[in-house]
């Protein structure tokens, strides 16, 4: 049985956007628990009994915009702003986290703070919170690495490279635990920072049992049985440079194409100018952009796909990442296309879970994708997946990590 929490909880969420990930934390709260997102909010518009809106301090380079001269504000807020910008949300939401933090420490409330990350600059808001209250239990859930993170690093300008290493150093460091979304990454925070093991914990993005209800109930051998064209569903941004080469997916598209196949790429939630280019480039056609819609929605429509893809480069911290859509895509009983290092976690639950395929980003992906959909069609493409290793990711499953963490349980060794 859980152990009750001796006092009254105060969590208090701060990220400037609530993602699935950390939505899910509100149905932890109770009768003992009161959980509160601090959120990025232009208007201060959102504030009830659970969120409260942030309005972020005035941006002066906000001019350039108005001018149009869009380039120029993005060079100043870089050089300006250390980490980023997010300091202007941090700096409003120090003011009034203070104030709350101070009034439940006053009534006898315990305090969690977790802050989400990326934007990884919120974590500077918990740095300040802890070092004005030291008794609180501060959280870093470490949705993506940082500095690690090739990405993420290349955006910071050389002049405040060794700042921003010290400036993580000492968030690992002061931070109570330090949360990644899977083993591999608590490998790098242990390995490459040199943290403690007791600092570290890893809570898998999950997905939500009730998301099942929107799964469409489509044969998966429908596509081989009337020649109709084999579907293959691709859920968020299909080009982030370097992490997700879009490129290649859409050259192996091509060749699929070229080969004979009849084929249709449909791809969920990405709006950007930089997937519409890299379509126009294409040799041939079966490209279709849906616009955004609702999480619900949009599961609904990529389930009525024959074969979901994920892809990942091979790059140091593209094989600690759990993408967002991994779980997801496992509650969908389609088979999951990977091209992601052959040794990653996003490989590793593909293959636990027996519900796909991985295939090693070295390989040559159109005549990879040519070969697997040619077995599809010879109904040759079947899994025998693992219930018992899926549910591993079900939030029945990780709420009780989020529960334990919270509340301050100690980790076992």
Same mark, same amino acid.
């Given at each position: 049985m859980q152990k009750e929490p001796e006092n009254n909880l105060s969590v208090y969420i701060i990220t400037t956007n609530i993602n699935h990930r950390s939505s899910m934390l509100l149905n932890l709260a109770n009768t003992k628990i009161q959980i509160t997102y601090i959120i990025k909010d232009k208007e201060n518009t959102k504030s009830d009994s659970n969120?409260?809106?942030?309005?972020?301090?005035?941006? !002066?380079?906000?001019?350039?915009?108005?001018? @149009? =001269? *869009?380039?120029? #504000?993005?060079?100043f807020d870089k050089y300006l702003f250390f980490p980023s910008t997010t300091i202007l949300f941090n700096g409003a939401a120090?003011?009034?986290?203070?104030?709350?933090?101070?009034?439940?420490?006053?009534n006898n409330r315990s305090v969690s703070v977790v802050t989400c990350a !990326?934007?990884?600059?919120?974590?500077?808001? @918990? =740095? *300040?919170?802890? #070092?004005?209250?030291?008794?609180?239990?501060?959280?870093?859930?470490?949705?993506?690495?940082?500095?690690?993170?090739?990405?993420?690093?290349?955006?910071?300008?050389?002049?405040?490279?060794?700042?921003?290493?010290?400036?993580?150093?000492k968030i690992l460091q002061s931070s109570d635990l330090n949360i990644t979304t899977n083993n591999y990454a608590a490998d790098v925070l242990k390995n490459h920072y040199n943290l403690p093991s007791n600092k570290i914990i890893s809570i898998v993005h999950p997905y939500n049992t009730e998301e099942l209800a929107a799964v469409s109930t489509l044969n998966n051998n429908q596509a081989a049985s009337n020649n109709r064209a084999i579907k293959i569903g691709f859920l968020g941004t299909l080009s982030k440079?370097?992490?997700?080469?879009?490129?290649?997916?859409?050259?192996?598209?091509?060749?699929?194409?070229?080969?004979?196949?009849?084929?249709?790429?449909?791809?969920?939630?990405?709006?950007?100018?930089?997937?519409h280019d890299l379509v126009k480039k294409m040799r041939n056609n079966g490209v279709i952009i849906h616009e955004r819609m609702?999480?619900?929605?949009?599961?609904?429509?990529?389930?009525?796909?024959d074969i979901l893809l994920i892809t990942l480069s091979d790059l140091p911290n593209c094989r600690v990442i759990m993408h967002a859509k991994l779980p997801h895509y496992l509650i969908i009983n389609r088979p999951i296309l990977a091209?992601?290092?052959?040794?990653?976690?996003v490989a590793q639950v593909v293959n636990e879970t027996n519900t796909g395929i991985v295939i090693d980003t070295d390989k040559d992906w159109g005549l990879e994708l040519v070969n697997i959909l040619r077995s599809f069609k010879d109904k040759n493409l079947n899994f025998n997946r693992n219930e018992q290793a899926i549910r591993k990711y079900s939030w029945e499953n990780v709420s009780k990590q989020w529960n334990n963490v919270i509340n301050k349980a100690p980790l076992k060794p």
């Open positions: 969120h409260i809106g942030i309005k972020p301090y005035p941006n !002066p380079t906000g001019i350039f915009r108005v001018l @149009g =001269l *869009y380039k120029l #504000k993005a060079l120090k003011k009034i986290l203070y104030q709350k933090i101070q009034h439940d420490l006053n !990326p934007p990884h600059g919120t974590t500077l808001c @918990g =740095l *300040y919170l802890k #070092k004005r209250f030291p008794k609180i239990n501060w959280l870093v859930d470490w949705q993506d690495l940082w500095t690690y993170d090739e990405s993420y690093f290349h955006r910071t300008p050389k002049l405040y490279k060794k700042r921003l290493i010290k400036l993580e150093q440079p370097p992490k997700v080469p879009g490129d290649r997916i859409l050259e192996a598209i091509d060749s699929a194409q070229d080969s004979g196949l009849n084929v249709e790429f449909h791809i969920f939630g990405d709006p950007t100018k930089l997937t609702p999480h619900l929605d949009s599961l609904k429509k990529i389930s009525e796909c091209f992601v290092p052959k040794k990653s976690f």
